[in-house]
């Protein structure tokens, strides 16, 4: 979970759906839904403090007859939502990078480079590419990179969320921020005020998840049946208040609503956070240099994002090759000889995650087709042991010291409707005309290929596929 990585990229389009308000309070809304889902799997990584694996906990709270078809739902869920949120880091990054280079050569209003379609495309693909080779080569230095990271993301938010409003040389006022709502028709093509409040949240719901990496940890982690939903809770609640803090700041320093849009400001009207940065610094001291500086920061936490979740998509896809679920597994599983990681399964993931991209080409809304791929992917991924767990016969949930009780039933069944709303609510359309530039193709992606998934097991998957199968069997003989 990091500051900028998801609120960054579609600030903007929150806001042109239903103006400050909507964003503002949409954080807010978003979080309190969020903190059910936190609950459930809090209280479900108690229960298996020494697995942190939604793999293995869909096995398991499923049971002997269901657990396989959870596990391969969760595990092809989670590939594709990290695989997903791989081509997210790639686009939002590539965004960044092609502002801090017009802002850089002039500005659009004086000449500077704005990055076409094809060059964009070439940064996408050379991100993903360098993601690749790192993960491959240099694990020592990624390990390096981690630690900046943290650092990188804990400073630099911090004072970018201080600073901004303090440079900007007016703000606007609380009633604005907390109050206005204003639709942009002329941007999004929305008319339907209770439409746009809903698309509105796309920016909360995309940005609130990644929680789970704390109970990956737990295998490695001491006292993990209590500090594992410390972490998972915790997470929640940092990222919430400096979420919040972040969209706060962002809005307050907001020149000119009207103009954040236009394609003849500095911008090209393609990227409404560098235009509000670069707003703020030029009219404070007549230079873009603080925008670009702080563009670089931002575009920094995506290269980081980026690599991180690459990883993390590389080796989930070496853990479902390794027990048969993807095809060709035998050389996805293989382990570099020389380096000891799962480098075909790093090479996989950064390929499907190019083709991903290639729409960049045709199509104005990528970004939101690959968000909605990711957020439906990851978040999917959770939805599958909280229903599981709500299922289950209670009898049979042994519970860890973070135990819910009473209240574990209902807190699961919210948390779960509230994964299948967010999931649908990805799949519309956001921008109108439906065009053929316009189009959010996440629908069809995902619908081909969870309906190719689902055709394999049951026609011939459903037969061998046991699930994580070295993982259950330890934990039953203990």
Same mark, same amino acid.
């Given at each position: 979970?990091?500051?900028?990585?998801?609120?960054?990229?579609?600030?903007?389009?929150?806001?042109?759906?239903?103006?400050?308000?909507?964003?503002?309070?949409?954080?807010?809304?978003t979080t309190f839904f969020v903190?059910?889902?936190?609950?459930?799997?809090?209280?479900?990584?108690?229960?298996?403090?020494?697995?942190?694996?939604?793999?293995?906990?869909?096995?398991?709270?499923?049971?002997?007859?269901?657990g396989p078809f959870a596990s391969w739902c969760c595990a092809w869920l989670e590939t594709i939502g990290l695989i997903a949120g791989v081509g997210t880091q790639a686009y939002a990054g590539s965004q960044v990078l092609q502002n801090i280079i017009l802002l850089?050569?002039?500005?659009?209003?004086?000449?500077?480079?704005f990055a076409p379609k094809g060059v964009f495309l070439a940064m996408y693909l050379g991100l993903t590419f360098i993601w690749a080779i790192l993960n491959t080569f240099a694990l020592d230095v990624i390990a390096i990179i981690d630690i900046l990271s943290i650092w990188w993301q804990v400073i630099g938010g911090a004072v970018i969320v201080i600073l901004l409003p303090l440079v900007a040389p007016t703000t606007q006022s609380a009633s604005y921020v907390f109050s206005e709502i204003h639709m942009s028709p002329n941007i999004t093509g929305i008319r339907s005020k209770p439409y746009a409040l809903i698309l509105s949240l796309l920016v909360s719901q995309y940005s609130l998840y990644g929680y789970d990496a704390a109970a990956h940890l737990t295998e490695e982690t001491k006292g993990a049946d209590k500090n594992g939903p410390i972490a998972i809770l915790s997470s929640i609640g940092i990222?919430?208040?400096?979420? @919040?803090?972040?969209?706060?700041?962002?809005?307050?320093s907001i020149q000119d609503p009207s103009y954040l849009f236009d394609p003849s400001n500095e911008t090209a009207g393609s990227f409404v956070v560098a235009q509000i940065l670069y707003d703020a610094f030029?009219?404070?001291?007549?230079?873009?240099?603080?925008?670009?500086?702080?563009?670089?920061?931002?575009?920094?936490?995506?290269?980081?994002?980026?690599?991180?979740i690459l990883t993390s998509a590389a080796?989930?896809?070496?853990?479902?090759?390794?027990?048969?679920?993807?095809p060709g597994s035998r050389y996805w599983k293989m382990i570099h000889p020389k380096y000891k990681i799962p480098a075909n399964a790093v090479w996989l993931s950064a390929f499907l995650c190019a083709l991903l991209g290639l729409p960049i080409l045709a199509v104005n809304v990528v970004f939101t087709a690959i968000t909605s791929i990711c957020t439906i992917g990851w978040v999917g991924g959770y939805a599958v042991p909280i229903f599981a767990r709500i299922v289950m016969p209670q009898e049979n949930f042994k519970p860890g010291p973070f135990y819910l009780g009473r209240y574990s039933q209902p807190i699961c069944l919210?948390?779960?409707?509230?994964?299948?709303?967010?999931?649908?609510?990805?799949?519309?359309?956001?921008?109108?005309?439906?065009?053929?530039?316009?189009?959010?193709?996440?629908?069809?992606?995902?619908?081909?290929?969870?309906?190719?998934?689902?055709?394999?097991?049951?026609?011939?998957?459903?037969? @061998?596929?046991?699930?994580?199968?070295?993982?259950?069997?330890?934990?039953?003989?203990?």
């Open positions: 979970m990091t500051l900028f990585t998801g609120i960054t990229p579609l600030f903007g389009q929150s806001f042109a759906y239903t103006g400050p308000a909507g964003v503002v309070w949409g954080w807010v809304i903190w059910f889902v936190g609950l459930a799997m809090s209280e479900i990584c108690s229960s298996f403090p020494t697995t942190g694996s939604l793999y293995f906990w869909a096995a398991h709270l499923a049971g002997p007859k269901w850089s050569t002039g500005t659009n209003k004086h000449g500077g480079y990222i919430s208040v400096f979420g @919040w803090a972040y969209i706060l700041a962002l809005t307050f030029h009219g404070r001291y007549h230079s873009s240099t603080g925008a670009i500086i702080v563009l670089i920061v931002i575009w920094g936490s995506f290269f980081f994002g980026g690599l991180s080796r989930v896809v070496y853990a479902l090759s390794r027990d048969g679920g993807i919210v948390a779960f409707l509230w994964i299948c709303y967010t999931c649908a609510v990805f799949l519309l359309p956001t921008t109108y005309p439906i065009e053929l530039t316009t189009f959010n193709y996440a629908p069809i992606a995902l619908g081909v290929v969870l309906s190719l998934v689902m055709l394999w097991w049951f026609v011939d998957a459903r037969k @061998w596929f046991k699930g994580p199968v070295r993982n259950v069997d330890s934990q039953s003989q203990a």
